[in-house]
């Protein structure tokens, strides 16, 4: 096997045995293959584009560790290759053994060999984006929301992929344009949430418990917990956040529910120890999932395209075999608060304030906008973004989305006029909500985004945070600092590129990237 698709890869280049992320060789030959008939379908023309968003998701980091729910995949996208007639890189009745076989052959490795780093990097960094959109595109389907030009995309990009070997400017040029799809996806998605659940609103978040029954949902999918609240109802069950769950709390249409009682616990890399204590059962519904602990397996469901061997799987809203493991655990027995946070500052909560940022941008007493964001993860260097946060002069203000958030949770204190200093903008996906609001200030002061006192300081992991890069670029974004380390699959010709064409830069340390950006 050979991955290097995320942050965690081994060594910083490539994940050559058992994945880093728990990924066993068998799984990863599995992954490759399906992505292959992925290609596949897309370019036989099969009408399959839930298939493709469930497929590619499924391939993203921490998601899908069960062979037999990857063989199925396989199984179903080579029958619709059969039905169309169309070549597929294997056949609908190959055991899993073989599959495991095809996979390794179309492994990642071979083609960094016979195509070189440079091309081999740019397929990849086109596939990862495409990934991230897919999975955005599948948040926003079961909220029954779809875009023909997202969906057109994927098509067209995998059947790209599935082509004769582009070179490497005609790679950059279709992962720019995957950046386009990328932001039209997170605003298909922004308009899914926010039409179900409402504009998000600032209101305070208890981090802790409360005595009783309990359940944890972690993940990104909000029609999950939504499904989850509405089955809870009543019930007495404590129903709590986790992760990347913690941007629900904005939401009018999902703070209605009583038993939505706060949020447990940090980032997903806490979940070896979130999950042990905490006495109730758990949903995970999207990534990130650690292979898990024996210590509460019997309390962990997943459902959506998770899996994990022996970890039971629930079809969407078919919860009652959490809600059954909830009432048999006994619960927390007391109460405690550990802390506050204010989320809901998406685009329409800030843009509904405006007049009164710009107007402490133009007196002077709002220097600057830091966006520090994106993933978190266990992987040494992370603490530069909580060192940042602290060293921040008090009139620069935060903007933070997805789980890199929990890096500068506490450390970024006080207000600047009515306004926090800290703006939580939700999740990963939320990006689309900065873009937004760095668009509207841009018009407000009649300059264009890179020239706004706006810096971006980006932590990633996963795929979802390549997507949401190539967005920023597709917007010509420029100086946007990336850590905690570059991408194993970004060559050093291709760095040259991204630092050319964007000034693309790696993280430094925090008092020289602050002398930087003060200047
Ligand atoms: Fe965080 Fe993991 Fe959000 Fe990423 S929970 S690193 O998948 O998408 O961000
Ligand atoms: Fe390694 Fe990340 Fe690939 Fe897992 S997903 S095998 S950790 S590079």
Redesign the pocket.
């Given at each position: 096997m050979f991955c290097y698709q995320c942050e965690q890869t081994a060594g910083g280049t490539g994940c050559d045995t058992t994945g880093a992320c728990g990924k066993r060789p068998d799984i990863a030959a599995l992954q490759d293959l399906l992505f292959e008939v992925t290609k596949a379908v897309a370019r036989s023309g099969a009408a399959a584009d839930a298939f493709l968003e469930d497929a590619l998701f499924t391939t993203?980091?921490?998601v899908n560790f069960d062979a037999g729910r990857i063989v199925a995949l396989i199984r179903q996208g080579a029958e619709m290759l059969a039905e169309a007639g169309a070549a597929s890189p294997v056949a609908v009745t190959a055991t899993p053994e073989e599959m495991v076989a095809a996979g390794h052959l179309v492994s990642l490795d071979g083609r960094i060999a016979a195509l070189g780093p440079d091309v081999a990097g740019l397929q990849e960094l086109l596939a990862y984006g495409v990934k991230g959109v897919a999975?955005y595109a599948r948040h926003a389907r079961v909220l029954g929301r779809t875009s023909p030009a997202v969906d057109g995309f994927v098509r067209e990009a995998l059947t790209f992929l599935a082509g004769p070997v582009p070179d490497a400017g005609g790679l950059l040029a279709m992962a720019l344009r995957c950046g386009e799809a990328g932001l039209q996806v997170m605003e298909l998605l922004d308009g899914a949430n926010t039409d179900r659940f409402g504009q998000p609103e600032p209101a305070p978040v208890t981090i802790g418990w409360r005595e009783g029954k309990a359940i944890l949902v972690?993940?990104?999918d909000l029609a999950d917990l939504a499904d989850l609240l509405e089955a809870t109802a009543g019930m007495g069950i404590n129903v709590y956040t986790h992760?990347?769950m913690l941007p629900a709390h904005g939401y009018p249409e999902l703070r209605k529910y009583p038993h939505l009682v706060g949020h447990y616990g940090g980032?997903?890399q806490d979940q070896l120890k979130d999950f042990a204590a905490f006495p109730g059962a758990i949903l995970l519904t999207?990534?990130?999932l650690m292979p898990p602990r024996a210590s509460y397996s019997d309390r962990l469901f997943t459902t959506g395209v998770v899996g994990f061997p022996g970890i039971p799987h629930l079809p969407a809203g078919a919860f009652g075999p959490l809600i059954a493991a909830a009432l048999e655990a006994p619960g927390f027995t007391d109460a405690r608060e550990t802390g506050r946070h204010m989320v809901g500052f998406g685009h329409h909560a800030v843009l509904g304030v405006a007049d009164t940022v710009i107007g402490a941008v133009k007196s002077g007493a709002l220097k600057k906008f830091v966006l520090i964001g994106?993933?978190?993860?266990a992987t040494t260097g992370r603490g530069y973004y909580s060192d940042l946060a602290e060293a921040l002069p008090a009139d620069w203000a935060v903007l933070t989305l997805?789980?890199?958030k929990y890096r500068v949770l506490g450390r970024v204190e006080g207000t600047i006029g009515p306004l926090p200093r800290l703006l939580d903008m939700g999740?990963?996906?939320d990006a689309f909500s900065a873009i937004k609001v760095a668009g509207a200030l841009a018009q407000a002061f009649g300059v264009g985004v890179n020239e706004l006192p706006l810096h971006l300081v980006l932590s990633w992991?996963?795929q979802?945070?390549v997507t949401v890069l190539l967005a920023l670029l597709h917007l010509g974004v420029k100086n946007i600092r990336i850590g905690p380390r570059l991408p194993a699959f970004v060559s050093p010709a291709m760095l040259q590129v991204l630092v050319e064409q964007f000034n693309v830069m790696p993280i430094g340390d925090v008092q020289s990237d602050l002398r930087a950006m003060a200047a």
């Open positions: 993203v980091t921490n999975a972690s993940g990104h992760g990347e980032a997903w999207t990534n990130c994106g993933c978190d993860a997805g789980c890199g999740q990963c996906n992991f996963e979802k945070a």
